[in-house]
DNA sequence: GAGTCAACCGAAAACGCTTTCGGTCGTGAT
DNA sequence: ATCACGACCGAAAGCGTTTTCGGTTGACTC
């Protein structure tokens, strides 16, 4: 196990030159069938594995992607992050190429490394993920010319390469799908307005209220960040109200189990007197009582597309503006998503000791 | 944005010749602080950034760490990876180094992996995790003279680096918490004995039911796959059993909380007729009800010990058998653990009542 | 004022690959 | 027999660093 083969080591033992093996590995045409098959013969026989620096140094490119982790807020959507990385990561590894994190302290050093990557060039593609609606990133990596997709839309991102959810959709859907079941007071708690996705899931609920006859100017909105207390506290204002909801459309899962903390302690049920929807797809979710209902998308496949997407813009073999794909998430039925029942709004007091009798035991 | 700037560049800017510019940019000793100074000041003017795979062809290395993430069964341990991650990416980006994910589908693909890796050295060090007792990637490693340290030990680790948590400790401390509660029938959902972690802490709760002066050999053992599933099934066992257990260790939350469930789904009430911890301090086990106690272990810092570590090890400033190091996890005290209620096990009927009508509200 | 010795710096090789540019064959046509 | 032409292959330059090895200064000693 000592020093590892190289180019030369195999050229010295069939009597070639090393320009000749380069080529015949790399399937050149002016080299004879034979002779690549002795290389290559020869080559695995030695367990020969190009040096990829000296490759890279040569080649000019380093076949290396690097994935900027959202780390600005410490957790909310870790869970599928692993997820995420792990089907770029393999998506890559069938190339050949590599995956490297990134994970910036802020958007002042998130900034800063593009610079200093558009300098290296080590890494020769990003993606990026967390996109806001108003997002710095967009423009500097165009000036540097880094090729980049993000998981995400933005304002800016009309002549970019992105992988996205469609959200409007899906919280359209999630609306239309609560009306269906008969509700009328649909409530939505959104995510901070920065965020593009919290954006376009507001625009999608809002849209959901119109096409369901309803009135978007009445129906209660509350903001929050993208936390399980945020989603607490928001339910809460959310029931304080002389009309509350009886049902919600949440901006993410997590948010949600916040809400049904919230309804819990209200002494109501959630799913019962307060119908919600969750956004994720989160496993937790079908863990906890009721498991909640929520939408999905597929994120190993994202991490696969975005991969991909990414590899042929590097390889200049296809323009940003052609690498735009929306996806569709999909209503996972769980339990926390039931007609309304009468309307206990209006006799609360009564509501809650029925409650109690009947919260357990699911 | 054109050209990224190079050696040559600042070296014509000043008159200088490249070698001056590299050394004095290395801050060697024969080059007069004047030249050195005026060197660093075009270099930045100029924006200027080594280039990393001429750099690195040059050292003979290549400044990048490898983490294998596992992926072997889909879930689990999931959540923490990314925090796992970012620990390790920050500390490496604080040396300039970078870190690179790896995804084997399987075992084979994983040690097909590592010779890859031996020869073309793209990748400096690695770190595994998921350990089993059993596990060949040590022997593989060491042979392959790849410098590695593992999150978590094996039988084969005696005089490698690694970074473990003192599952053995954390397990007897759980037990005899439970103990001191009052609790003398205390079981053991474990997991799949191959992982190394799992066998340490069955071994922990053993000896803390030795010490809390209970005979290890009649206290319930079970086994299970690390996932909801299989702890709720887990459960369901201990529950049948003629003399059902008043505490549970659980070897993680996500065991924990399928445990859970399946005392629900009893007419019992988790944290009252059975107590529950779990292992792992998901930031779910908060959020259900009740709120599940665990112990944790810090993941952040875990991964930039990893870090620190590979890195020394890398640049030969310490052997594996310097870097092995125990973490202590600590308990987090929520709802689940608390002292037995009066022996509800021997009425069974007339206590599911009882709890019906207290299980809401909490 | 010749010799010594630091202090500084430049030339050039090396890392291992890719790729351009010629060069050497043997073949077929003239 | 000569020429042209493919088919194959070798020599060598280049990628951008690092690092060894001398070489040139000037100051300093006796």
Redo the contacts with the bound molecule.
Sequence with gaps: MGEPT???AIAAQL??????V??A??DYQ??????KQLVREVADELG?Q??MH??R????KSETLGYVMPWQDRQATESFLSELMAGMAKALAAYGWDLTVLVPHSVDEELELFQKIARTRHISGLVISRTYSDDRRFQLLRDLQIPFVSHGRSNDSNATAWLDVDNELAFAEMTAHLASLGHRRIAHIAGPEVYNFARQRTDGWRRGIGEAGLDPHSAPLEMTDLSFEGGKAAMQRLLALDMPPTAVCCVSDVVAIGAMQAIREAGLVPGREVSLVGYDGLEIGAWIEPPLTTMRQPQQSAGRRLAEMLISLVEGRTRPSDNQELVRASLVRRETANPPVSDWSEGRQGVRQTTRENSGGF
Excluded: E, H, M, V
């Excluded at 140094?57 to 000019?60: K, S, W």
């Design positions: 190289r180019l030369k009597n070639l030159s090393q320009s000749t380069s080529r590995l790399n002016d080299i004879s069938a034979r002779t020969y190009p040096n000296a490759r140094l040569a080649l000019g």
